[in-house]
Structures are given as C-alpha cells and as structure tokens.
C-alpha cells in the first residue's frame, strides 16, 4: 500500500505555479490535492472524525470527579408537629456543605461501574452557632443494571468501523477531487484548443483570401466566390471571438477549483499524451472495491447499528434492575480532624426494578419496528452492493473502451489535418471550389474536437476506476493518502 504525504503548504504550491508558464494534469491534480478548499473539507471531516474516536476512548478509561455543593443556605420558617398534633412554625437558618472525589471506571462487557473515593460533609446551624462534620474516609463500590440496553457495549464495537469509515472516505475524497479536477482540466484544455483552432482558422481564411482575390484578378475566381470567402473571414473572427471567452470561463473555474489567481493569459495546458492502462481484470477491480471502499465498512456499521436497535427495543421494554453495592467507613463529629478518626464501617445496597405490567402492546410494536427497519437495513444493502459492483464494471469496461478510442481517433484527427492540408493546396492550384475546402475545414476541426473529447473521456474514466476502487492498476497497488 502508498502512502503519499500530503503536506499542506500554500507557499511551495503559489511558487511553483508562478515560475511555471504551463500546467499538466498531474500537477493541478496534485495542487489540487494539496490546497483546494474540497481537501481542506476532507481533512477537516477526518480530523472530527479522528478527535471524536479518541473522545470516546476516554470513556473507556477511569474519570476521577470532584462533586459536591460548597453552599446550599437556607432561611426560613418550618412546620413543626406538636404532641398533640397542633404545628408551630419554628425559625430555622442552616447550611449544608458536601465534596464527593470519586474514581469511576465503567466496565463495557456488562455495563456496571466500578466506583470509589471519599465524601465529606458539613451541616451548621447558623442560629445557635454549632455545626457538624460527617465523613467517609474511603469507600468502594459496584453499580451493576439488570436486564438494560448496554450502550458503551455497542459504541465500541461502533466506533471503529465509524473511523474506518472516515479513513477510507478521505482516500475517496482524495480521488474524488482528482476525477473533478481531470474535468475542470479538459475544459479549460478543451477551451484552449478551440481558441487554437479559431485563430489557425482565421489566420487560414486571411490567407484563403488572399489567394481567392488574387485569382479574382486573374479573372479565375467569381464574385460570389470573394463574398463567400470574406463571409468565412468574418465567421472565424467572431468564432475565435467566442473561443476566447470560452476559455476564459473554463479556465477561470479550474484556477478557483485550485485555489489560484493568476491572469489567464499565463497559463497555458498541456494535453495528457501518455496512457498506458488499457486493461483491466473486472474481478480484480470488484475484488479492490469489496476491500478499499468504505462503502463495506458501512455496511457493517449499519447492520450493527440495526441489531443495536433491536436489542435497546427488546430491553427497554421488559424488566429491568439496578443494583448497587459499596461499602466504607464512615464517622461524624464536630470538628473535622475527629470525624476521620475511629471511623466505623458503613454498608449500603440499593436495589430499584422497572417492572412493565400494562403497556397494550407499546413493547412489541416497538420491536418489530426495530427488527422491520433491520430487514429495510438489509435489503438496501444487498441493492447497494448490486449498484457498486455495477459502477465498477462500467469503469472497467470504460477504461478499455476509451483507450482504444483513443487511438482510432487520433488516427482520424491525423487523416483528417492531411486531407485538409491537401485540399488547402488543391484549392490553391484551383483544382476544388471554397465549398470544398470548408467542408474539409470542419472535417479537420470536428476531428481535433473528437479527439480531445475521447482524451478527456478516457481520463475521465481512468480516474473514475480509481475512485471506486481506490487501487492503482498501474502500480497494482492501494491508493492511500496520509497528511501531516
């Protein structure tokens, strides 16, 4: 498996580019990939990711907690009952001070805590000026629920899969960023040779023109004939018009994309002319997916989560307990130091119980909601699975289908730049009409035009395979990616 270290730096990324006068595809992906607001999105959405899993296994560990209320004063007048049963309404002004440190640690095999500490404990009565001190050196304990939904059980079997879930989410971002970028770059390529093509045209019907006057002189071309070709002139200005705003526009949105401002004129793109992938196993590429895709990882969390759900539903409606055992010593005096001398043991056990009797039906229902949602769960799953492994096979295919397009294309644009070039010349000798010739003029340019499209079809589907694998065919290795 790569990794490939991904070290955010703004600074090297605006140098490189301003000393550079060209762009390839390789180096906006990478630019991409190191600065565009889409991959500080996917860092950011990892970091949470990363921060909230070390949170929770904080959990997991022991939480020492000072509690207690420093003041709790009251004035007031209380009923008191009299022997007789007659009440009097006696003064009272007091006040209560308690502390409480306690070591908890919660055990996620059955859900109890395992607590101890120390407590201490102050009452003063204000109106005849005496107080009272009570305290528990030390005691130990276990709380243990009966027959209870066990959250912390569940979360951490989740846990992992949710932060396996992101890292191999960054990875797809990663790709993903890749896949726009060969878009937003065979947009702006595709702008750019467009804007070529009209200026070579303008420049050629400039010249056409000046052939077609000179054999006008001659009395070897018609008057029609000059009309037409000024006609052509004018239809290629206002179309390389048009390109140049075109291109503009698309290069424009990939410099956004790439975070970078820089006046168009000084850029300019280099078309992708290498491609070796041209074959790819379909088992292999469904094999990658099953093991790279977070998609596997979901499912997994989700069924999880389902079984989650049935057993909360199946727990929190049936009996269920709580109970508490601790044990300590404790004492009470009037001054502090006394009260933690000659301490006597102290025992506590509580026990509480929730016993549903009436409830018409609420328990059940509730759990067959749960266990119809976990069938839900499972079906869109299994049509998921169906889904990806699909996409994987149309991008395989593509992969293979394109790069033989490629090269019949690029033989077509080839054959038809030579056919244009001849008729340029025939047109020259007068052996064809200027009909002729801008037929073969658009014959020349829709093939420059269909063969950048399959280029930028074949990339296209190039980094799309690698998006839904997240495997690199050509190294034959996993794509990871790792930032510092």
């Given at each position: 498996?790569?990794?490939?270290?991904?070290?955010?730096?703004?600074?090297w990324a605006s140098t490189y580019v301003k000393a550079q006068k060209t762009l390839t595809l390789t180096q906006c992906i990478d630019l991409a990939q190191y600065q565009s607001n889409h991959m500080r999105i996917a860092k950011q959405s990892l970091i949470i990711e990363r921060r909230e899993y070390e949170a929770f296994k904080t959990e997991l560990k022991p939480q020492l907690v000072l509690s207690g209320s420093p003041m709790a004063y009251g004035k007031n007048y209380n009923p008191i009952t009299q022997p007789d049963g007659s009440i009097i309404y006696?003064?009272?002004?007091?006040?209560?001070t308690s502390m409480e440190l306690n070591l908890e640690q919660r055990i996620s095999a059955t859900g109890g805590t395992i607590f101890m500490g120390s407590q201490m404990s102050r009452f003063d009565n204000i109106q005849n000026s005496s107080h009272q001190y009570q305290a528990q050196p030390f005691y130990v304990g276990y709380s243990q629920p009966i027959f209870?939904?066990?959250?912390?059980k569940w979360q951490k079997k989740l846990a992992p899969l949710q932060l396996q879930e992101a890292e191999k989410g960054?990875?797809?971002?990663?790709e993903f960023i890749a896949l726009r970028t060969t878009e937003f770059y065979f947009n702006a390529l595709t702008a750019q040779w467009n804007m070529d093509i009209a200026a070579q045209n303008v420049k050629d019907n400039k010249r056409i023109k000046e052939l077609t006057k000179a054999k006008k002189d001659l009395g070897k071309a018609s008057d029609s004939e000059m009309l037409q070709v000024e006609l052509n002139v004018i239809s290629a200005e206002q179309a390389m018009t048009s390109a140049h705003l075109d291109y503009n526009i698309a290069l424009r949105a990939l410099l956004n994309y790439l975070q970078l401002d820089y006046?168009?004129?000084?850029?300019?793109?280099?078309?992708?002319?290498?491609?070796?992938?041209?074959?790819?196993?379909?088992?292999?590429?469904?094999?990658?997916?099953?093991l790279n895709r977070k998609d596997?990882?979901?499912?997994?969390?989700?069924?999880?989560?389902?079984?989650?759900?049935?057993?909360?539903?199946?727990?929190?409606?049936?009996?269920?307990?709580?109970?508490?055992?601790?044990?300590?010593?404790?004492?009470?005096?009037?001054?502090?130091?006394?009260?933690?001398?000659?301490?006597?043991?102290?025992?506590?056990?509580?026990v509480t119980l929730r016993v549903p009797i009436l409830d018409w039906g609420r328990a059940k229902s509730r759990i067959n909601a749960a266990t119809s949602n976990y069938e839900l769960v499972q079906a869109q799953i299994d049509q998921e699975k169906l889904d990806l492994q699909r996409e994987v096979i149309n991008a395989s295919e593509q992969v293979e289908t394109m790069a033989k397009q490629v090269k019949y294309i690029q033989k077509a644009d080839e054959v038809a730049q030579q056919k244009y070039n001849i008729a340029l010349q025939r047109y020259e000798l007068g052996d064809i009409s200027i009909r002729e010739l801008v037929w073969s003029t658009d014959e020349k340019d829709q093939a420059k035009n269909a063969y950048l499209n399959t280029l930028k079809?074949?990339?296209?589907?190039?980094?799309?395979?690698?998006?839904?694998?997240?495997?690199?065919?050509?190294?034959?290795?996993?794509?990871?990616?790792v930032f510092q």
């Amino acid at each position: 498996m790569k990794y490939l270290i991904l070290i955010i730096s703004l600074v090297w990324a605006s140098t490189y580019v301003k000393a550079q006068k060209t762009l390839t595809l390789t180096q906006c992906i990478d630019l991409a990939q190191y600065q565009s607001n889409h991959m500080r999105i996917a860092k950011q959405s990892l970091i949470i990711e990363r921060r909230e899993y070390e949170a929770f296994k904080t959990e997991l560990k022991p939480q020492l907690v000072l509690s207690g209320s420093p003041m709790a004063y009251g004035k007031n007048y209380n009923p008191i009952t009299q022997p007789d049963g007659s009440i009097i309404y006696q003064p009272i002004e007091q006040n209560n001070t308690s502390m409480e440190l306690n070591l908890e640690q919660r055990i996620s095999a059955t859900g109890g805590t395992i607590f101890m500490g120390s407590q201490m404990s102050r009452f003063d009565n204000i109106q005849n000026s005496s107080h009272q001190y009570q305290a528990q050196p030390f005691y130990v304990g276990y709380s243990q629920p009966i027959f209870q939904f066990n959250q912390l059980k569940w979360q951490k079997k989740l846990a992992p899969l949710q932060l396996q879930e992101a890292e191999k989410g960054f990875v797809e971002d990663m790709e993903f960023i890749a896949l726009r970028t060969t878009e937003f770059y065979f947009n702006a390529l595709t702008a750019q040779w467009n804007m070529d093509i009209a200026a070579q045209n303008v420049k050629d019907n400039k010249r056409i023109k000046e052939l077609t006057k000179a054999k006008k002189d001659l009395g070897k071309a018609s008057d029609s004939e000059m009309l037409q070709v000024e006609l052509n002139v004018i239809s290629a200005e206002q179309a390389m018009t048009s390109a140049h705003l075109d291109y503009n526009i698309a290069l424009r949105a990939l410099l956004n994309y790439l975070q970078l401002d820089y006046a168009t004129e000084t850029i300019s793109l280099i078309v992708p002319s290498e491609y070796k992938l041209n074959d790819v196993n379909q088992d292999v590429a469904w094999d990658k997916a099953q093991l790279n895709r977070k998609d596997f990882i979901s499912y997994q969390r989700r069924l999880l989560e389902g079984e989650s759900l049935i057993v909360k539903a199946k727990r929190d409606n049936r009996f269920q307990a709580n109970v508490e055992m601790a044990f300590g010593t404790s004492n009470q005096a009037t001054d502090l130091g006394e009260s933690y001398k000659n301490s006597v043991e102290s025992h506590q056990v509580n026990v509480t119980l929730r016993v549903p009797i009436l409830d018409w039906g609420r328990a059940k229902s509730r759990i067959n909601a749960a266990t119809s949602n976990y069938e839900l769960v499972q079906a869109q799953i299994d049509q998921e699975k169906l889904d990806l492994q699909r996409e994987v096979i149309n991008a395989s295919e593509q992969v293979e289908t394109m790069a033989k397009q490629v090269k019949y294309i690029q033989k077509a644009d080839e054959v038809a730049q030579q056919k244009y070039n001849i008729a340029l010349q025939r047109y020259e000798l007068g052996d064809i009409s200027i009909r002729e010739l801008v037929w073969s003029t658009d014959e020349k340019d829709q093939a420059k035009n269909a063969y950048l499209n399959t280029l930028k079809g074949y990339w296209m589907s190039y980094y799309q395979l690698r998006t839904v694998t997240l495997y690199d065919f050509e190294k034959n290795e996993n794509i990871w990616y790792v930032f510092q």
